[in-house]
């Protein structure tokens, strides 16, 4: 795996890849594994290329390659966070039933805050179904200024 850490208007943020895919955002605090090469990469570039364009609203959806590595029911969920659009919000119920298990509300939830890849993986767009924000790895500080972000280039455009 080969890792690359860039400022970000949310902090320092690291972007892994391997076998040409994004397997992983690291947000300034977490915890990298041992063994990782740090360099940059063309993926990488261009996925802080993207992120970049992404940050300044000129970029509503990443067209990256993706890997996140986990269970069958977590990359149910996650491939469902990718068809939550831009500026819109979900709940983990909505996530629930999207995958076709209602009752999974919770597991839902745990798959969330499992996701390897944030941002490029909008789990930041789910919320909780009484409208509120819930947990998020980089802080509800940083979840709150994506789901903001994303508001004010919808209204730029628009």
């Known amino acids: 795996m080969t890792l690359y850490f860039q400022q970000t208007p949310i902090g320092k ?16 605090d977490e915890t990298i594994p041992q063994g990782v090469d740090i360099a940059e990469t063309a993926l990488i570039n261009e996925a802080f290329s993207q992120l970049n364009a992404y940050f300044t609203g000129q970029l509503t959806e990443f067209t990256l390659p993706l890997a996140p590595r986990g ?11 990718c ?9 983990y119920k ?3 039933l999207a995958i076709g298990n209602p ?3 919770r597991a839902v939830g745990q798959a969330n805050n499992k996701n390897p890849i ?5 789990c ?3 919320i909780g179904s009484n409208g509120k924000m819930v947990g998020y790895s980089g802080g509800l500080e940083i979840k709150a200024f994506l789901l903001a972000l994303e508001r004010r280039a919808v209204l730029v455009s628009s």
């Open 13 to 28: 943020l690291g972007i892994a890849e391997h076998e040409g895919k994004i397997t992983d955002v690291y947000f300034a």
């Open 71 to 81: 269970t069958a029911f977590q990359q149910s969920v996650w491939h469902a966070l």
């Open 83 to 91: 068809a939550v659009p831009h500026a819109s919000t979900a709940s």
């Open 94 to 96: 909505d996530i629930a």
């Open 103 to 105: 009752k999974a509300v």
């Open 118 to 122: 944030p941002i490029f993986i909008p």
């Open 124 to 126: 930041h767009r789910i």
